[in-house]
């Protein structure tokens, strides 16, 4: 009787502990695009959060799912909607930097495995100091 009732006190604890980030950088929502059989290039999106009181530079991205991974930055110019590389991103101290369609994206490249809906993609994430962050990110038909 006493050992349930700590039992459950102590899933309640658990519960409503608040979830410390266990790692300084996070890619939240993140997912990438379905790619329509044959296609040589899809995109990833999704929100990079900086939980450190550090700048966070990232110098890197790679996937064993794909031969080439870059950042990638759509920007209009003139009326002309055009992609840029981004070789670096700062992430501000607790700050967020977010990859959406339209605008900043990662540019998935040579695909080595097929990526339908039922896939997942492994993403690793190199910042300027030479962690790396891996992450599981599911693809998604949108
Ligand atoms: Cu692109």
Not at 35 to 45: L, N, Q
Not at 77 to 101: F, K, T
Not at 118 to 126: A, K, M, Y
Request: with cysteine; aromatic share 8%; charged share 15%.
């Amino acid at each position: 009787m006493k050992y349930g009732f700590l039992l459950a006190v102590s899933i309640l604890l658990a519960a409503c502990a608040p979830s410390a980030p266990e790692q300084s950088l996070t890619f939240e929502d993140a997912w990438v695009r379905a790619m329509p059989p044959g296609a040589g290039m899809t995109a990833g999106f999704g929100r990079l959060v900086n939980h450190s009181d550090l700048v966070l530079e990232i110098t890197a991205f790679t996937s064993p799912a794909f031969g080439d991974v870059s950042l990638h930055e759509t920007v209009t110019e003139n009326g002309v909607s055009q992609m840029r590389e981004v070789p670096r991103l700062s992430i501000p101290p607790d700050g967020e930097i977010e990859l959406a369609p339209g605008a900043y994206h990662l540019m998935l490249m040579m695909p080595t495995q097929a990526s339908g809906p039922q896939n997942r993609v492994t993403l690793q994430i190199e910042e300027s100091g030479g962690q790396k962050f891996t992450f599981d990110l599911p693809v998604v038909r949108r």
